[in-house]
Each structure stands twice: as structure tokens, then as C-alpha cells.
């Protein structure tokens, strides 16, 4: 065995099913390994960006590593912004990029893709990755592997491997695995059982759960925990999806002044709120109608669980999540006052009027309901608040980080993953960016269903800046694109036009179905409306 095929089966070994990719000199030798091995598969696509977002997709829907390989320098930099957003959101990315060899590395030449030095990659990387190793020795280089991808499903955050090209077919032992550090037995009671105390003293306890819940794959336990708590439990933002299938008391999602009024209550005048695995970040409580004081919250996030000035560290959620099931062993009564969900809007209007984004989440409801669920991949605007009024199904979008460019490689990375047909939801503005990614579908089978809101217009960026004419867009006519790269297209301009160009897409499997939605300059979902509007009216505050 090799360095190369030692990496691959520790990769498969810790969740990998799937690689994302774009070769490169310094990477091919790698790339001719991943090929001619078949130990995982490999999915090249067009561009590096779009290589992270797939592989970053793929590990949030199945629950295990995504890995994305590429080249040095103009390869590995060209990703930074989608590892940054994986970082962000804590994602368990791994990154592969080739490099130079010891050679090459000692010529006293200056090397193409290089930077200020041969080591400037690494440093950036550093900055955006939760752990590192460069493996330029055969003897350590399984410890330094075992090390890395521990440290990506421990902390649930990207790590970076960097493979000098020389090293890829040198003789290298197999990878052991590390076993995870248990917590200490103490401190977890203690900490279940003040979580409990909290709990029962309180009058109005509400759960909320964010990505954490997801990442470390304990959404059936966290529902059953709710469920025998009897406390109604709310999604973040970032959360969202999340409980979707797993039969918990689930009220829907906590969006602050731009959700449901009933759930933005339940949640703020809590007076026991359980954070659990939820981002303390502007776009999950920046739009709260009254400050939520965090001091008084239950926070259990990145390995700690912190109550009031009461912290207890290196407890990690699942340790806190099955401390608190143990304890909690029968089915409670509810003590709170219960919501009835949202009502997601449905039964659309299939008249000439012009399309809206309320009206596109109308549709897509109507559509599940008839033909089931699918997964959803949003990309950043006013199509991922659209997807707020779709109903309970799984969900990729850039919720915290907010990058544009993350929705049609997301969904692809979808399709490779989990092998159900996704729904991708994409401005104009972001399918600029990556929408070609699209033909690379005809390669591999895959055949989403893509809806391009195209307002001919960076829109959210114009509702906080309404007076600047650069936030217009042309005109580039995505559905007369489509059969170029392989799918099929269609633009439509009223609601009974989408209505029929959703039913012909259901119906056409084997090619991506790309939906061209005209929606006038200045309309907005509802939701995201009252987003605006609350972030507009706090930062005057």
C-alpha cells in the first residue's frame, strides 16, 4: 500500500463516499491513483469553487466527510472562499491539494503556482481549516492522516492535507484510526443534571437546534429528548431542515421579526432556552424583536456547554444530548403552551399574473405534496428565504456565511451523495457565477431541477442600497442555455407558466430541467421583506 491508497481508505474508513475534483500537474499523479483504485469515486467538475461547494454539500446531507482534491496554488487558492464557508458553518470538509516535491521544492527556482513562498498555501489554509499535515514522510505519515481526519469529525470543521506529488506512490503503512476522547464522567452528570434542574424549574422551556444537531447526526435523538421532555423545539436558520422526518414537537423556524410571530414569541420570552448546536451568529438572532440575553441561555456548542457564567468544557453534544435521554426516560406532559406549525403556503393560482417568490414557494409546496419530498440545495438571497416558506425537507444553504455561487454546485453534490433528484433554488446574480457547473450533470447522471429567480438584478443587495444603478444585471437568457450544456430550458413569466414547467420537469428524468423565472425588479418574499425591514430598523437603534 502506498501513501495515496492509505489515504483514500482512511478517508472511506471515516465517512468519505465520494470525491470532488479538478486535477492539476502537481495533483495528477494523485488523480491517476483516485482513478485507477475505484476505493472512492471521483467527480470532476469545472471549477474549484464549485469543487468545494459540491464536496461541502455532500458532507451536510450524508452526515460524513466530504473531500475535495485539487492542485497547488492556482487550484488549492481558487477554493478558499467555499473552505471558508465550510469553516464557518462547520462543515467536515477535507481538502487534498497536491505540491511540489522535495526536488522541486530545493531547485532555488521559483515554481509556477507558487506565491510569496512554497509555503504561503499551507499558512492560508491554517487560517481556515481546523487542522493541518503536509505528508512528506512515509513513516508518519498514517499518524498524521489518523490525526487530521479526527480533528474533521471531531470538530466538525475542514481540515487540509497537502500531498508533495513525489510522495504519492512511496510504500506507507495503513492508517489506524484514533479513538475519540470520552469526557469526564463528573463533569458530564453535573452538567446534565443543572441542564435538567434549569429545565424543570422553568415555566416556558423552549429547545432550539442548529447545525451541530445535524453534523454529529443526532436528530432522532434530539427529537426523542424533546418529545419526552415534552418542550417544543425551533430551528435556527442554519438548522433548517433539520427534524424534518424525525417526529419531533417541531414548531418550525426561528427567523426573529422576519418568521412567525407565534415561534419569534415562544422563543424570546422563554425563560429556559436550550440552544443546542446552534451558531451564536447575526443572521440566527441579528433580527430578533427583543434582545435575547445569551447569559441566561443554555448554550451547548463546540465542545462546551455553558449555563449563565457557568461554563462546563470538553463536553461534547452527543456526550450532553445522550446524558440528558438517560435521565429523561418516560414521556412527559407538555408544560409549555403549544403553537400550531406554520401553515406553508400552497394552492397556487395558475393565472397570467406575473411570478413572485411567494409564488415559486407555492409551487414547490404544491409539488411535494403531490409527488414527495425532495432535498433542497439555496444559494444566498432572496431564494434561500423562499425556501423558509417550503415545507419540512432537508436543506443545504449558506445561511451564516451568505456566499454567493453555493447553490447549483451544492445541489450536484446533492445528487452524487445521497442519489435523490434535488431541487436547486438560484438568483441570476449566483448562477453568473457557477450555474455552469450544470454541464457537467450529462457526465454523471445527474438531472436536478434548477429554478433561477432572475430579476435581472442583485435584488437583496439593492434593498440596502436602493440607489445604486450596479446592482442591475443583463439579460443572459439561462434557459436558451441549457440544451448547450445538456439539460433542458424553459423561461417563464406568469404563475401558470411555472406551474406548467414544474410538472413537465417532474416528468423528464435523465437531464437537468432548468426553470428561467422572470420576477420583476423590486418584488421580495415575504419573508425576506420583513428580514430587510428588521435589520434596517435595529441598526438604527
Not at 452528570?189 to 429545565?199: K, N, S, Y
Not at 415561534?263 to 447575526?282: M, W, Y
Not at 406575473?354 to 404544491?366: K, L, M, R, S
Not at 428561467?516 to 423590486?522: C, K
Request: aromatic share 6%.
Amino acid at each position: 500500500m502506498n501513501i495515496s491508497e492509505s489515504l483514500l481508505h482512511a478517508l472511506r474508513d471515516h465517512g468519505a463516499r465520494e470525491i470532488f475534483g479538478i486535477p492539476g500537474d502537481f495533483a495528477l499523479p494523485f488523480f491517476k491513483v483516485i482513478e485507477e483504485s475505484g476505493i472512492l469515486p471521483l467527480y470532476t467538475l469545472s471549477h474549484e469553487p464549485g469543487v468545494g461547494f459540491a464536496a461541502d454539500a455532500a458532507a451536510r446531507i450524508h452526515g460524513g466527510l466530504g473531500v475535495a482534491a485539487v492542485t497547488y496554488g492556482a487550484g488549492a487558492l481558487n477554493m478558499v472562499n467555499p473552505v471558508a464557508g465550510a469553516f464557518a458553518e462547520k462543515s467536515p470538509l477535507v481538502v487534498i491539494s497536491g505540491a511540489p516535491g522535495a526536488g522541486e521544492s530545493k531547485s532555488g527556482l521559483l515554481l509556477h503556482h507558487q506565491a510569496k513562498t512554497l509555503d504561503s498555501q499551507f499558512a492560508i489554509y491554517r487560517e481556515i481549516t481546523c487542522d493541518q499535515a503536509r505528508l512528506d514522510d512515509a513513516h508518519s505519515a498514517p499518524d498524521e492522516i489518523a490525526r487530521v481526519l479526527a480533528s474533521c469529525l471531531r470538530e466538525s470543521r475542514p481540515v487540509y492535507i497537502e500531498l508533495p506529488r513525489d510522495m504519492v506512490g512511496v510504500a506507507c503503512e495503513p492508517v489506524q484510526p484514533l479513538a475519540p476522547d470520552a469526557p469526564d464522567a463528573e463533569a458530564l452528570a453535573a452538567c446534565a443534571d443543572e441542564i435538567l434542574a434549569r429545565l424543570n424549574a422553568a415555566h416556558s422551556p423552549v429547545v432550539l437546534v442548529g447545525v451541530e444537531v445535524r453534523r454529529f447526526g443526532l436528530e432522532s435523538r434530539v427529537a426523542e429528548l424533546c418529545t419526552r421532555l415534552g418542550i417544543p423545539v425551533a430551528t435556527s436558520i442554519l438548522g433548517r431542515g433539520l427534524l424534518a422526518d424525525a417526529g419531533a414537537p417541531l414548531v418550525g423556524t426561528y427567523l426573529g421579526v422576519a418568521g412567525d410571530t407565534q415561534i419569534t414569541e415562544l422563543v424570546e420570552q422563554s425563560d429556559a432556552l436550550l440552544l443546542l448546536g446552534v451558531v451564536l451568529s447575526d443572521t440566527n438572532f441579528g433580527v430578533s424583536s427583543r434582545q435575547i440575553d445569551m447569559r441566561k441561555t443554555i448554550q451547548a456548542l463546540d465542545h462546551r456547554v455553558s449555563l449563565g457564567y457557568h461554563v462546563y468544557p470538553d463536553i461534547p453534544l452527543a456526550s450532553v444530548v445522550d446524558a440528558l435521554l438517560e435521565r429523561v426516560t418516560d414521556t412527559g406532559k407538555a408544560r409549555t403552551r403549544t403553537i400550531q406549525p406554520p401553515a406553508y403556503p400552497h394552492g397556487l393560482v395558475a393565472d397570467d399574473a406575473p411570478i413572485t417568490p411567494n409564488d415559486i414557494a407555492c409551487a414547490i409546496n404544491d409539488l411535494m405534496l403531490e409527488h414527495g419530498r425532495m432535498p433542497i440545495a439555496a444559494d444566498m438571497g432572496d431564494c434561500m428565504f423562499t425556501a423558509m416558506d417550503i415545507g419540512p425537507t432537508a436543506l443545504v444553504a449558506p445561511g451564516y456565511y451568505a456566499t454567493m455561487g453555493f447553490g447549483v454546485p451544492a445541489g450536484l453534490g446533492l445528487q452524487a451523495a445521497c442519489g435523490e433528484r434535488p431541487l436547486i433554488l438560484v438568483g441570476d446574480g449566483a448562477f453568473q457565477m457557477t450555474g455552469w457547473e450544470l454541464g457537467n450533470c450529462r457526465r454523471f447522471g445527474w438531472d436536478p431541477i434548477v429554478i433561477v429567480f432572475n430579476n435581472l438584478s442583485w435584488e437583496m443587495l439593492r434593498t440596502f442600497q436602493p440607489e445604486s444603478g450596479f446592482n442591475n444585471l443583463d439579460d443572459w437568457q439561462f434557459a436558451a442555455m441549457a440544451s448547450g450544456l445538456g439539460g433542458d430550458g424553459v423561461r417563464v413569466h406568469s404563475r401558470a407558466e411555472l406551474s406548467a414547467a414544474l410538472v413537465q420537469a417532474v416528468k423528464r428524468r435523465g437531464r437537468f430541467q432548468l426553470i428561467e423565472a422572470m420576477i420583476p425588479r423590486g418584488v421580495l418574499s415575504d419573508t425576506l421583506n420583513r428580514f430587510v425591514s428588521g435589520v434596517k430598523r435595529l441598526s438604527r437603534k
